[in-house]
Nanobody, 122 residues
Framework: QVQLVESGGGLVQAGGSLRLSCAAS????????MGWFRQAPGKEREFVAS???????YYADSVKGRFTISRDNAKNTVYLQMNSLKPEDTAVYYC????????????????WGQGTQVTVSS
């Protein structure tokens, strides 16, 4: 089993940066793809970024060039570095793990974190 705990959310000004972390427990962490999704009130869950165990990455068009997903398998942690933040980035950000990362997220979602709130003020 895998447990995911996000952290690093908070209130930032537009144009600022924030780094989210997702700590995972489990001995097979390195074999799982990881992803970040976000959901704003009244909106559908939206894919943000994903990464395979090999390190290959995928990003939503809305965050390309601004966000970077990475992982440290030794620490069982995945990160989302968010730069040039915009008010429309405001959402609850969720970490997930599953089978294989794709351009749309993961092909299978096995576990989800509790989410961390990101609020970007203008």
């Amino acid at each position: 089993q895998v447990q995911l705990v996000e952290s690093g959310g908070g209130l930032v000004q537009a144009g600022g940066s924030l780094r989210l972390s997702c700590a995972a427990s489990g001995r097979t962490f390195s074999y799982y793809a990881m992803g970040w999704f976000r959901q704003a009130p009244g909106k559908e869950r939206e894919f943000v970024a994903s990464i395979n165990w090999s390190g290959s990455t995928y990003y939503a068009d809305s965050v390309k060039g601004r966000f970077t997903i990475s992982r440290d398998n030794a620490k069982n942690t995945v990160y989302l570095q968010m730069n040039s933040l915009k008010p429309e980035d405001t959402a609850v950000y969720y970490c997930t793990t599953g089978g294989v990362a794709t351009k749309e997220g993961l092909n299978r979602y096995d576990y989800w974190g509790q989410g961390t709130q990101v609020t970007v003020s203008s």
